[in-house]
Nanobody, 125 residues
Framework: QVQLVESGGGLVQAGGSLRLSCAAS????????MGWFRQPPGKERESVAT????????DYADSVKGRFTISRDNAKNTVYLQMDSLKPDDTAVYYC??????????????????WGQGTQVTVSS
């Protein structure tokens, strides 16, 4: 089983940027597609972005397309989420996740079998 640790969350003003990182350990990182999900206050967890095992394919939720970029560095066992033009509606706990079953990538959280502990992102207006 892979272990995941997120970092990079914090408080930012609307229009600002943050970069989240997720460090993986325990299993071969390239065996996994990776995803970012978020859970706003009082709401269900929702998908944000996904990247396949090689980094050659990505997909995004409509709400973040054009503003967020997911990437991975397989040499560092790390996946990133660059978040630009942040809005108050982006406020949430952000989680990274790994899928060994869908190495091609997926926005469906049910396809993920390992999760990090989450990092808080707060966007002030």
């Amino acid at each position: 089983q892979v272990q995941l640790v997120e970092s990079g969350g914090g408080l930012v003003q609307a229009g600002g940027s943050l970069r989240l990182s997720c460090a993986a350990s325990g299993r071969t990182f390239t065996s996994y597609a990776m995803g970012w999900f978020r859970q706003p206050p009082g709401k269900e967890r929702e998908s944000v972005a996904t990247i396949n095992w090689s980094g050659g394919w990505t997909d995004y939720a409509d709400s973040v397309k054009g503003r967020f970029t997911i990437s991975r560095d397989n040499a560092k066992n790390t996946v990133y989420l660059q978040m630009d033009s942040l809005k108050p509606d982006d406020t949430a706990v952000y989680y990274c996740a790994a899928s060994g079953r869908w190495s091609s990538g997926s926005l469906n959280r049910l396809n993920y079998d390992a999760w990090g502990q989450g990092t808080q992102v707060t966007v002030s207006s």
